[in-house]
């Protein structure tokens, strides 16, 4: 997987705008009486196209680079997602992500830190992140893959993996023909 580096030196006035009123919007949402007509329109203009049938989003959310992620059909996104989406998220269909969860698709260089690091994060169909975890640059979790509560996944989980801890490790995997 390529990264790609963005130095945040060379932003242009229109990404700054752009990134101001994402911030605005976001803010709007927070603040909003969930499942109105009102909190729907917000959550489609900070994602557009890029949010699925019947997917669920729970406020407050936060983070930056709303843009750059897809969420599939049928999702479930607790309150409190953290997203760092400068290097791309998608979420495929029937994913659950519970509360306090960490998508992380940059980092900082760390010898220039206004140069950040970026690879996708891709969590696919099935999938359950639990409470408090954190998914980092780079990571592919694996279709009905589960993630433990608190889990800090630096590496790729396998389909039907089971990974807790810090850093995450696979414990076991679950029987795929009971899906």
């Known amino acids: 997987m390529n990264e790609i580096r963005v130095d945040l030196r060379n932003t242009t006035a229109q990404e700054r705008k752009e990134s101001q009123r994402m911030a605005q919007l976001v803010f709007q949402l927070n603040h909003t009486m969930p499942m109105t007509e009102e909190y729907n329109n917000i959550l489609k203009e900070i994602f557009g196209d890029n949010l699925g049938k019947g997917s669920t989003i729970t406020a407050p959310i ?8 897809k969420v599939g059909e049928n999702v479930y996104i607790n309150a409190n997602l953290l997203v760092m989406g400068r290097g791309g998220v998608t979420i495929d269909d029937n994913v659950q992500i519970a509360a306090n969860v960490q998508l992380i698709s940059n980092n ?3 010898y220039d830190r206004m140069i950040l690091t970026c690879k996708p994060v891709h969590i696919k169909k099935g999938a359950w992140i639990g409470a408090g975890a954190t998914i980092l640059p780079g990571v592919t979790v694996g279709k009905y893959a589960i993630v433990g509560a608190s889990a800090v996944v630096t590496k790729d989980v396998p ?11 696979l414990i076991k995997t679950l029987e795929s023909s009971k899906f």
């Open 62 to 69: 936060s983070g930056v680079c709303f843009n750059k992620m």
């Open 108 to 110: 900082h260089d760390p």
């Open 159 to 169: 389909d039907y993996g089971v990974v807790v801890g810090n850093p995450a490790k």
